[in-house]
């Protein structure tokens, strides 16, 4: 009978979240907490709190918020479902409120957590929250995590403090080419060309291969350059390394953007008009 019970309250929530029925969750979270269900089965805590911001408006971003002092602080999925949709859905400023009563709360901080904030901290521009987070980081060990450290580089370098970023990537012990294109394209962003290549020097020293990202990105840094033989050398090196150039649009718009910026428009047009790149370049 009660798992039955429980199976209509899920399936309940299900529907109000298809409908986008706010006044009917409400209802339910009213329920939940007179029955004491709200705190015998956490998921129930997770899937209203998903139904809730999965489709936030202002008007019940405070509901939302209020959850907050209802959810066990032992548990952090729920947590970290609501930081997630405050980010994703725009509301940054909720999502770091959210990280913040985490932190205060004794609530248990993760790799999901740390990486949601940072990317709220950066969306609003907040480097001071950015600066708490990466401390925050360092203290309780969470550095060795390669996404929590990936994501700090990010935040740093789409805020335009590269020598932060770069910092941030040696303290990374154990990197991976996701961290290193944050950091390459902090440099791009930066149209610090020139540290961008040196720094694709670095990553081989580190044997870190170079993916389709890290081309496009040095592509772009012949561009800058104007180099056009360090340029045709990357386009070798593409046609080497990268079987399917032919669905990679990005990469095809690096080598034409290339080309065209270092004053070869008829190689640009050679570039555009071919479907396989199946030549040297």
Known sequence: MFIQKLDSINGFLRHCF????????KKVHAHLLRTGLLFISPSFESKLIFT??????????????????????????????????????????????????????????????????SVAS????????????????????????????????????????????AKMFDEIPVKNIVCANALLSGYGEANQWVEGLEFVRKMRALNLKCDHFTLSAMLRACAGLSAIELGRQVHGSVIRMVSDLEDDVFLQSSLIEMYGKCGLVGKAWQVFNLSGFGYNG
């Not at 298809?18 to 969750?25: D, E, F, G, L, S």
């Not at 002092?69 to 997630?84: D, E, H, V």
């Not at 959210?98 to 993760?110: E, I, Q, R, W, Y």
């Not at 550095?143 to 789409?158: H, T």
């Open 122 to 165: 950066c969306s609003m521009k907040d480097v001071k929250f950015g600066a708490q987070i990466h401390s925050l980081v360092e203290k309780s060990g969470w550095l060795s995590s390669v996404f929590v450290g990936s994501a700090l580089v990010d935040l740093y370098a789409k805020l335009s403090l590269i020598n932060d970023a």
């Open 52 to 117: 809730y911001t999965a489709f936030l408006h202002r008007n019940n971003s405070k509901t939302v918020t209020a959850l907050l002092k209802c959810i066990n602080p032992a548990n952090q999925l729920p947590f970290n479902m609501i930081l997630s949709d405050y980010s994703r859905n725009g509301f940054s400023f909720l999502a770091l409120q959210t990280f913040s009563f985490m932190h205060t709360n004794g609530v248990p901080l993760d790799t999901y957590s740390f990486c949601c904030s």
């Open 18 to 25: 298809q409908t986008k029925n706010v006044r009917a969750i």
